[in-house]
């Protein structure tokens, strides 16, 4: 385990470089997101359909927990002064789960930058930002997202 953390620090180390303490004006411009993760809902088949279920099975079927991928892709615009917007945002979650929470196109975001760190958002609706690749001005041109929640995402974004 030692051996499988060391290496994933020193591959973290090589994709974000250690930079000058940082702050929201380092993180400016529009930049292209991809997350991903996992989702697990109650349901059921009918052939090859799967049905969504909040609450009770009905009767008639026998449901059971299904575990689906979720993508989430689009544009979020950084000002370098603590507020993101999402300019696109497309969700693929074949679950069929009626929300299943995110930004939507035109959210307006507050962030925050310590050092390479970051918070996008809120701690109880948001995401963990880690900064990287810094440009000759001084802005970075990755990000590495995290999203702690019952089943974390995680993702990356590139300054466009």
């Avoid at 979020?76 to 002064?81: D, E, M, T, Y």
């Avoid at 970075?140 to 993702?155: C, L, R, W």
Wanted: glycine share 14%; with cysteine.
């Amino acid at each position: 385990m030692k051996r499988i953390l060391a290496s994933l620090v020193l591959l973290m180390a090589a994709v974000f470089p250690a930079a000058a303490a940082t702050g929201a004006a380092q993180l400016k411009g529009t930049y292209y997101f991809s997350i991903t993760g996992i989702t697990t809902v109650g349901g059921y088949y009918t052939g090859s359909t799967w049905h969504y279920v909040s609450g009770a099975c009905p009767k008639s079927e026998t449901c059971m927990n299904q575990t689906f991928q979720k993508v989430s892709v689009g544009t979020i615009s950084f000002n370098g002064a603590g507020k993101a917007t999402f300019l696109t945002v497309t969700n693929y979650d074949p679950s069929g789960e009626p929300d299943s929470g995110g930004p939507a196109k035109g959210a307006v975001w507050p962030y925050t930058v310590n050092g390479v760190n970051g918070l996008l958002g809120t701690e109880s609706d948001g995401a963990a930002i880690v900064l990287g690749a810094f440009n000759s001005a001084g802005i970075a041109s990755v990000v590495q997202i995290f999203i702690a929640d019952t089943n974390p995402k995680t993702g990356v974004a590139t300054l466009q």
